[in-house]
């Protein structure tokens, strides 16, 4: 059976640090873009992170671009998601997804999703 779980959602302080995973079981994820998305309420879904399969490039949305960090580690069939630096306004429920080979910022093309983790930054 082919799916994605996501970890390590929480309740954080603003300013502190988050390491959501992303674990893939039925399907090899390095032949994956896989991507983090996130949903505030009341808001549409927006990409944040992906890391190609193709050539491992990196993409952040500009909200995360110094503060967060998409890794993989092939072994365990994982993908990371390190998020520092916490914001108020990176409270969502965030989601791991996966198409094949090359990152796009483009959800119908997405074949599997993670039931997702809520994150939460607050004081």
């Known amino acids: 059976q082919v799916q994605l779980a996501e970890s390590g959602g929480g309740l954080v302080q603003p300013g502190g640090s988050l390491r959501l995973s992303c674990a893939a079981d039925g399907f090899t994820s390095y032949l994956y873009g896989i991507a983090w998305f996130r949903q505030a309420p009341g808001k549409e879904r927006e990409g944040v992170s992906c890391?190609?399969?193709?050539?491992?490039?990196?993409y952040y949305v500009d909200s995360v671009k110094g503060r967060f960090t998409i890794s993989r580690d092939n072994a365990k069939n994982t993908v990371y998601l390190q998020m520092n630096s916490l914001k108020p306004e990176d409270t969502a429920v965030y989601y791991c997804a996966a198409r094949p080979v090359a990152c796009r910022n483009y959800l119908p093309e997405y074949i599997h999703w993670g039931q997702g983790t809520q994150v939460t930054v607050s004081s």
């Open positions: 890391i190609s399969s193709r050539d491992g490039s990196l």
